[in-house]
């Protein structure tokens, strides 16, 4: 298989979690060294919430200068500014708010008090990533964080969903089973434009998704191939199933 990718298991929730936090702030570091400059795509649901708080805490975390780093996100929930179910206050509270960065590398997608339909927001996504790559498609991230649903779904693509299969860079979501059903997604096509894709997966609720993704690779999480690596981080629990680790 052409794929590169491998599953890296810890024990539980929360060396996961620190796990990921000290591998992004590298990833974000060797990035710097190399360009001067770094990107991520943030994501949302509660492991996040947790690798968001370590990287905060993290002794190593003045080794990147998170002034010259670009904050995507892979998905959004369409509610209004603030709302403390979006993934843009989740971020902002757990770290982005607390680290000297540059609001313009901050690129929140658009809330429903701001424009009228999801549809609306990712078309503004899309024309932000094109500027931001320098005329078209989307900037190669060096780094996209997912989070992975009991479903399968990655950032808000979820399993039977029209948005799953579209064109572009972004695409509104209309009708997900995870509330809120309105969100905003990047497409399969911008998240697999990322250098390194890493799936975070934790608890025995994913197990069983994790085992379908990386076997059948029909699920959306099992469609992130991201154009350098792919590694899937998880723990104990959201291993069980799986009989092999390299994939
Ligand atoms: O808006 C969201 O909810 C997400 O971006 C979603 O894709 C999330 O990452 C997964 O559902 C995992 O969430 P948990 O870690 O909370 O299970």
Known sequence: MSRSGAVIVHEGAEVLAEAVASRLINRLADAQAQRGEASIVLTGGRIAAKVYQYVLESPIRSVVDWSKVDFWWGDERFLPSGDPERN????????????????ERVHPMAASDVVDTPEEAAALYAAELET????????????????IG?????????????????????????????????????TMSALNSATA??????????????????????LPAGRVEAAGHTRWLV?????????????
């Open 88 to 103: 843009e206050t989740q971020a902002r509270a757990a770290f982005l708010d607390r680290i000297l960065l540059d609001p």
């Open 132 to 147: 931001a790559a320098g005329g078209s498609g989307v900037p190669a991230f060096d780094l996209l964080l997912l989070g």
């Open 150 to 186: 009991e479903d399968g779904h990655v950032a808000s693509l979820f399993p039977g969903n029209p948005a799953l299969d579209a064109d572009g860079a972004a695409v509104g979501v209309r009708e997900a089973p995870k509330p809120p059903p309105e969100r905003v997604s990047l």
């Open 197 to 218: 894709a890493w799936i975070i997966a934790s608890g025995a609720g994913k197990a069983e998704a994790v085992d379908e993704a990386l076997s059948k690779r029909e």
């Open 235 to 247: 723990d104990k629990d959201a291993a069980a199933n799986l009989k092999h680790l390299e994939f």
